[in-house]
């Protein structure tokens, strides 16, 4: 009977005439069916492989471009080993992998574009998030394939319930040398021991020549389409109920809500959007140009976008209320077309108010960004303060992410305002819940003529204020003026410290500088002293050049009357040379002469 629960016999390979393998990080592919991959080219089957994350999870921004090319390195090198061609990688953000249509519509993609008929995926009872999200992206694109395909999930973090055995025996020291490949994760943990072991322990139930062997659920798409909760919600149900995260449907869904005027900054928004940490996320774009407002892409990276358009354009607060109606969202936060988030703000402020469940919002740190490159001139990072609320808006309209429910409960958008609407819908919310501060700066807010520049008209900016106080006066109640009194006390304490503090930073500096001052003035007079000194040794030392240079000339012109009398000389000595050769030919001739009179 146990042959019902695990295989007692294993099979030398999985049959197939194209193979697409799927890991979630780049050695998994290794791992989990490197066996199964050599098997297959020793077949000829040709093998594609894709690595959905750079795994670069843990390391810092400015090492991650090195460190993720070192691990695509790694890959490369185990692939010659497995003898395999065709890697591609994805290079989606470690333990940023979410199930998500968007992994479906890509995993489908490659199925077709390499028509295989095999895949090799994680297994859905993996303990990485990052695993089980492919696995589970993977099993829902054979589902929809619904025809001669087959799937495999393999196994690399937990031991699954196999239903075929593969025989590696004679493989298992080429898989050692393609595992040793990743020194950077094996510097970590022996993870090539591991899995070595783990290849030894699936041999449990089989003939005792079986020395390796590597575990694969194998299911064709026919039985995925026709019991596809057999393999997928059971399973999804049981980690669901652990807390543990496989769909970011799972997470409250957040509407990110933008009051386009269809401005260049719009991209830089919808980028920080696209680079949220957070998974489950809607973007509503409300046109509120009217006419001319480009048409928008249905993603927004991982996150669906729907624009919501009319022809008339909209006033600031009419917007917010078109795009409060459109949201689908458990959790609303707005985002100006001109103003950005940080990757994590999101995810900061959804865990704020799971925390806090009583709350009603939750708002994290703002800072404010003047000029080209932006500086940084002021920072919205302020704790919590209900009777400060009443006379200030400190929290800008994107710092703040808010219950559905208070929309539910009748908080509206007042549309008479058309500035500091967000501080009279702050107030209006108010009136629900309490408000939660995550402190730490995690979005920015542009305020100059770059941005809205709905913040140059002073006059305007004061009619607008007192508007909001005559609005709600009638809820300002002693307690609330003296903690407004209170705080104002603590504000201009703090004022005249800073003041003080200032006044003696710039007496210090002051004195500092006139110190300097007096150093560079001692300074340049022993420099200038030292100059008029060289300047003098320059002066001597070009009157003993000229000098020199005369004595040069005298010397020029005696060596040229010189080498004249040279010449003439050698001309005399030539001459001479001449006079003598013929005395000497002369005498010659009468000595022969004699001679031969003689005879």
């Not at 990052?130 to 619904?146: N, Y």
């Amino acid at each position: 009977m146990e042959n019902l629960l695990i295989p007692y016999q294993a099979t030398s390979f999985i049959p197939s005439n194209k193979v697409l393998v799927i890991a979630p990080h780049p050695d998994d592919e290794v791992f989990g069916c490197g066996g199964a991959i050599m098997r297959h080219v020793e077949q000829g089957t040709p093998v594609h492989v894709i690595v959905v994350s750079d795994g670069s999870y843990g390391v810092l921004a400015e090492e991650r471009a090195n460190y993720t090319l070192q691990r695509q390195r790694e890959c490369e090198a185990a692939a010659k080993v497995l003898g395999y061609e065709s890697l591609v990688f994805w290079s989606y953000l470690d333990r940023e992998v979410c199930y998500s249509e968007k992994l479906v519509q890509e995993i489908l993609t490659a199925i077709n574009e390499a028509k295989v008929d095999l895949i090799y995926a994680p297994s859905v009872w993996e303990m990485h998030p990052d695993h089980r999200a492919v696995g589970m992206a993977a099993v829902e694109a054979v589902r929809r394939k619904g025809k001669a395909i087959q799937l495999a999930l393999y196994e690399v973090g937990i031991p699954l319930r196999p239903n075929r055995l593969l025989d590696i025996s004679d493989l298992a020291e080429r898989k050692m040398m393609a595992m040793q490949c990743f020194v950077s994760q094996n510097e970590k943990q022996r993870y090539d021991l591991d899995i070595a072991a783990l290849n030894r322990y699936r041999t449990y139930t089989l003939p005792a020549e079986v020395t390796a062997a590597e575990a694969y659920f194998l299911v064709v798409a026919e039985e995925l389409a026709n019991d596809p909760l057999k393999l997928y919600q059971s399973e999804h149900m049981r980690q669901k109920e652990l807390g543990l995260v496989l769909d970011s449907r799972d997470r409250p869904l957040v509407s990110v809500i933008i009051r386009s005027m269809d401005r260049p900054t719009l991209l830089k928004a919808l980028d920080s959007i696209a680079l949220q940490t957070y998974s489950n996320i809607e973007i509503v774009v409300v046109n509120a140009k009217g006419i001319g407002h480009h048409k928008m892409d249905e993603w927004c990276g991982r996150f669906p976008l729907r624009l919501i358009s009319d022809v008339e354009s909209l006033a600031r607060s009419r917007a917010a209320n078109v795009g409060l109606e459109a949201s689908k969202g458990n959790y609303l936060i707005f985002l100006d077309d001109d103003d950005w988030l940080h990757p994590q703000h999101i995810a900061r402020l959804v865990g704020m108010l799971q925390e806090h469940p009583e709350a009603i919002l939750a708002y994290a740190g703002v800072e404010c960004l003047r000029g080209e490159p932006a500086q940084r001139t002021h920072v919205f990072d302020a704790a919590f303060s209900r009777a400060r609320l009443f006379t200030e808006n400190y929290i800008p309209i994107h710092a703040a992410l808010f219950a559905y429910r208070a929309w539910e409960q009748g908080c509206r958008f007042d549309e008479s305002f058309d500035l500091h609407e967000d501080w009279d819908f702050w107030l209006q919310l108010l009136q629900l819940g309490e408000f939660v501060h995550c402190p730490g700066v995690s979005a920015s807010y542009r305020i100059d003529d770059l941005g809205s520049g709905i913040w140059t008209n002073q006059q305007r900016i004061e009619a607008s204020v007192q508007r909001i106080l005559e609005k709600w006066w009638h809820c300002l109640d002693a307690q609330i003026v003296l903690a407004n009194l209170q705080s104002l006390r603590e504000d201009l304490h703090h004022s005249r410290v800073e003041l003080d503090n200032f006044h003696q930073r710039a007496t210090t500096q002051e004195e500092a500088l006139s110190h300097a001052l007096s150093e560079s003035k001692v300074y340049a007079d022993a420099l200038r002293e030292h100059l008029n000194s060289k300047e003098l040794e320059l002066k001597i030392a070009h009157e003993h050049l000229h000098s020199i240079h005369e004595q040069l000339n005298s010397r020029e012109l005696e060596l040229k009357s010189a080498h004249e009398y040279l010449h003439n000389k050698e001309l005399e000595l030539k001459a001479a040379h001449t006079e003598l050769a013929l005395l000497q030919r002369f005498t010659l001739r009468h000595v022969m002469r004699r001679v031969l009179g003689r005879h």
